[in-house]
């Protein structure tokens, strides 16, 4: 592994070239004369500075000062990422016309889209912003179940995932989410991980609202990998101080309507990167359910944990981790990683659904992938209903 100085030199470099790339290739070609174009470039060169800055704040003590630079880098970081995006689309679509129009025609072109690039960047991180920072919506899903019990049928289950409690998202942001789910009255809470970004120290005032959360059932939590860079077991101890019940390769059985059913979470997919001790593990979680009880419900923070869910036997797993993508066009890509971005889909006889997240991560922003607040509907298959 490379030291973490020569990584962050390879990024600085890279940040670096690439608010170079957008100077060199945007200014020149806009209608702002000297001033305007050195104006642009101070621009550039602040955004360049703060968005390193809103990634360490971690280590500055003053909170308030932590929390607004926080703020000025993850909102920079949002408008540079589709800036640099539209800069390379533009540069694309210039280069095709240069092959397909006359000359003559270039320049008008390259000075229009050049006063387009930065003002749909600012559009887009606008919206993101209203998007990111209103309350998420709650979406109803039904997961159709082959053989599920009469008593089961309607079965409700209320998840959040990836809130990302930290820099920007604090308490009032939370209460709002809890107040929500609580007025779904599911039978049972999942929360899927990546709850925080920070210590217990830091953000335990932010988090209690957690504690009012209400389930006939209860509520339960899975770690995510995030958890994993805030400290995961003092985070463990202080959500379950708050009353939630931490799954950690492990199982309950709910009994419902005179009926079993089973609730697991496994730690998550990468956590024995961290603790050898912590691997995910389905199979384990599993064990020593009563084989009678069904359906098996799994809580996994990512949906790759999705093959061994399967194999162990689940007839459900519950994930998040991929953000449905958070904004155009990272969302293009979750699949290099995670086999699902977001939704139900179907594994064997697996259902896997995949949240878009009740929060996020970084820049303030959604745009083309909401959050979401999801009310899961167990409901009989139609071919159990006969």
Not at 18 to 31: C, E, K, T
Not at 62 to 70: G, T
């Amino acid at each position: 592994m490379r030291p973490p100085s020569r990584f962050i030199l390879i990024a600085t470099s890279l940040l670096v070239l690439l608010h170079a790339y957008i100077g060199l290739r945007l200014l020149p070609d806009l209608p702002i004369g000297t001033a305007g174009r050195v104006v642009g470039g101070m621009v550039l060169l602040l955004s360049c500075v703060l968005m390193p800055l809103g990634l360490m704040t971690r280590a500055i003590e003053r909170q308030p000062l932590a929390d607004r630079l926080a703020w000025a880098g993850m909102l920079m970081m949002g408008w540079f990422s589709s800036l640099l995006v539209l800069t390379l689309l533009r540069d694309i679509v210039l280069g095709i016309a240069a092959l397909l129009l006359p000359a003559m025609e270039m320049p008008p072109m390259a000075r229009w889209s050049a006063i387009a690039v930065p003002l749909l960047a600012a559009l887009a991180t606008l919206i993101g912003f209203v998007n990111a920072r209103r309350r998420a919506r709650v979406v109803e899903v039904e997961v159709p179940l082959a053989g599920l019990p009469a008593a089961l049928d309607g079965f409700t289950i209320a998840q959040i995932s990836d809130i990302h409690v930290g820099p920007t998202i604090k308490r009032g942001y939370l209460n709002a989410i809890v107040d929500a789910v609580n007025g779904l009255e599911a039978d049972v809470i999942a929360v899927t991980g990546d709850l925080v970004d920070g210590s217990v120290e830091q953000l335990a005032a932010h988090t209690a609202p957690l504690g009012r959360l209400t389930a006939r059932h209860g509520a339960y939590f899975v770690t995510g990998n995030h958890e994993y860079y805030s400290g995961a077991a003092a985070w463990v101890e202080e959500l379950r101080r708050l009353g939630l019940r931490v799954l950690e390769n492990e199982h309950v059985v709910l009994q419902h309507g005179g009926v079993d059913l089973v609730v697991a979470g496994v730690t998550d997919y990468s956590a024995h990167h961290f603790d050898p001790a912590q691997r995910s593990d389905p199979r384990v979680a599993l064990e020593g359910a009563p084989a009678a009880a069904t359906p098996r419900i799994l809580l996994a923070h990512q949906p790759r944990s999705a093959p061994a869910a399967a194999e162990a036997g689940f007839d459900l797993q519950l994930s998040g981790h991929t953000h449905g993508g958070q904004f155009w066009p990272w969302n293009l890509f979750v699949r290099l990683q995670q086999p699902y971005t977001a939704g139900l889909h179907r594994l064997d006889a697996l259902w896997v659904y995949t949240s878009r997240g009740t929060g996020y991560w970084g820049p303030p922003k959604r745009f083309g992938a909401p959050s979401e607040i999801t009310l899961v509907r167990l409901v009989a298959a139609p071919e159990s209903r006969l």
